[in-house]
């Protein structure tokens, strides 16, 4: 059973391309992390501490469907060569910042920005080219799975790691060590061989391709329905994850260490999710596994929001992760495999959209409703509407079965 959820590992490039790609994505959450607590113990202020978040994550929501059909223009491996340096490059500025106290709000917003510009790009790379990195395709829906489970649980398990070395030595050994991170990662992708499908010219625009693509989501409703699931989840059930400094503090009276307590039990659910989704057979109804996830994820939020034993709140931050996980690599899975080759990056662009751009929208939407409506109140609002997705998406498929039956 072990060896079956990581069978795709035995393919030399992908293998390679896991190890670079979970140094990478952790290093990243590290620094994140490190740059929330510098903003706000040099200013003091939630405002701009979401702000300089917003700004960091902002190119995911604007420029990822542009991006999309760029991508689809040149060798992925080669972008990623390119935004993997461009990416050691700024966190090498950063940590030269820090170090000569020249950080302000200003140097991290734009050093924040220029890091979220290269990440749409690097993000969108390393999805479109898995195909590309497993020889044999019976292998490719694990291959899917992994790489979706490292992508979602670097985001829970980075800033854990990333909250223990920022309370043990400080935020420029932070800095440092991501930028140390991107030397395993070029040796990485050094030692990958990887052949491309030849590209396709095309004299086609970018706006043109965001545009095919978009009319390529309108004529996949399956597809289309996903990306609205995950745009609404975004916008106001997984930034509960932006909340859980709140939690700890508010709800529980706890300190740094309830915080990171909170941080690591999130990363091991998150883990859980991860290798469950590793572990799924070809053919399972990936659509019902969105459902279902979406609808535990939403109870998890009700039943912490009514916890008062701190044991009851950790397990059920856990349920909530591993349900996150669950429904977030399921729609990646799902986009991967029935989305034709032509438009996967752009399809995927989307995704990326919906996943990391609306995260910093909805961040800033319930931490206006927590300020202003105590912690609570808003992650009861966050369950009762992950819920509600889950129900309405419920009747989608009913309705679309019925049309389908009609049909035939």
Do not use: C
């Not at 479109?128 to 398990?157: C, G, H, P, Q, Y």
């Not at 996980?325 to 662009?349: D, E, F, G, P, W």
């Amino acid at each position: 059973m072990g060896m079956n959820i990581f069978r795709s590992l035995r393919h030399r490039n992908f293998r390679l391309q896991v190890i670079g790609q979970s140094i990478s994505l952790l290093g990243t959450w590290m620094q994140r992390i490190a740059i929330s607590w510098l903003v706000y113990r040099i200013t003091d202020s939630v405002f701009l501490l979401g702000f300089v978040t917003f700004i960091s994550l902002l190119p995911s929501l604007v420029f990822s469907p542009f991006i999309g059909s760029l991508i689809d223009k040149y060798p992925k491996y080669k972008v990623l060569v390119f935004t993997q340096t461009g990416l050691m490059i700024q966190a090498a500025v950063l940590t030269l910042t820090v170090f000569f106290h020249y950080e302000s709000v200003f140097t991290l917003s734009l050093l924040g920005f220029i890091q979220g510009v290269i990440n749409a790009f690097d993000v969108l790379a390393r999805q479109a080219i898995i195909v590309s990195l497993v020889e044999d395709k019976n292998d490719l829906t694990n291959a899917i799975a992994l790489n979706s489970s490292v992508f979602n649980a670097a985001r829970m398990v980075g800033p854990a790691i990333g909250g223990f070395i920022l309370s043990q030595y400080g935020e420029l050994a932070s800095f440092f060590l991501n930028f140390i991170s991107y030397v395993p990662v070029l040796i990485a992708l050094k030692l990958m061989h990887v052949k491309e499908p030849p590209i396709e010219e095309s004299k086609q625009s970018n706006w043109q391709g965001l545009v095919e693509g978009f009319q390529y989501l309108k004529r996949s409703p399956h597809i289309a329905s996903l990306i609205v699931i995950l745009s609404f989840s975004s916008l106001f059930v997984i930034p509960y994850t932006s909340l859980l400094p709140a939690i700890a503090k508010e709800m529980f009276t706890g300190d740094a260490k309830v915080f990171s307590w909170f941080e690591s039990i999130a990363g091991f659910g998150a883990m859980i999710g991860a290798f469950r989704m590793a572990s799924l057979r070809a053919g399972v109804n990936l659509r019902y596994r969105v459902l279902f996830s979406a609808f535990f994820m939403g109870v998890g939020l009700i039943f912490l929001a009514g916890s008062k034993l701190l044991f009851f709140g950790l397990l059920f931050t856990m349920t909530v992760s591993f349900s996150m996980m669950m429904q977030n690599s399921s729609i990646n899975m799902y986009l991967q495999t029935h989305a034709m080759q032509k438009y996967r990056a752009r399809a995927i662009s989307y995704y990326i959209m919906a996943f990391q751009g609306i995260f910093p929208i909805g961040s800033l939407i319930m931490g206006a409703i927590a300020e202003w409506a105590g912690i609570r109140t808003a992650i009861y609002i966050m369950g009762g509407v992950g819920v509600l997705i889950a129900v309405l998406y419920y009747v989608y498929l009913r309705v679309s079965i019925k049309r389908q039956l009609f049909r035939g």
